[in-house]
């Protein structure tokens, strides 16, 4: 069973977060508008928060879950080097020497 959930991709890329951020502002910003006209004409403050709470809700669901549409640009990392190159190469610099001033 923990196999299951492991195996659930939880990461995003950095353009994913981008997208899921401007989705996010963007519902956020239409429910407060549809919102706040509705609450207007019908005098009624409560609608204006159930319809922003309901954008809420969606913009969480849409953004929140790794969903693949954030997940297409992936970062290529480098090549793992072996430990023994890097020795050498240290080995193989010269000492700088310092003028003295």
């Given at each position: 069973?923990?196999?299951?959930?492991?195996?659930?991709?939880t990461?995003m890329?950095?353009?994913?977060?981008?997208?899921?951020?401007?989705?996010f502002?963007?519902i956020?910003?239409?429910?407060?508008?549809?919102?706040f006209?509705y609450?207007?004409?019908?005098?009624?403050?409560?609608?204006?928060?159930?319809?922003?709470?309901?954008?809420?809700a969606?913009s969480?669901?849409?953004?929140?879950?790794?969903?693949?549409?954030?997940?297409r640009?992936?970062?290529?990392?480098?090549?793992?080097?072996?430990?023994?190159?890097?020795?050498?190469?240290?080995?193989?610099?010269?000492p700088?020497?310092?003028?003295?001033?």
């Open positions: 069973m923990l196999s299951v959930f492991r195996s659930i991709p990461q890329d950095y353009k994913g977060q981008k997208l899921a951020e401007q989705i502002q963007g956020i910003l239409v429910s407060a508008v549809i919102g006209i609450g207007y004409i019908t005098e009624q403050f409560g609608w204006t928060v159930y319809i922003v709470m309901a954008g809420f969606l969480c669901l849409l953004t929140l879950p790794p969903w693949p549409m954030y997940r640009n992936p970062l290529k990392w480098l090549p793992v080097q072996e430990s023994g190159t890097e020795e050498k190469k240290a080995a193989e610099r010269k700088k020497r310092h003028s003295k001033s």
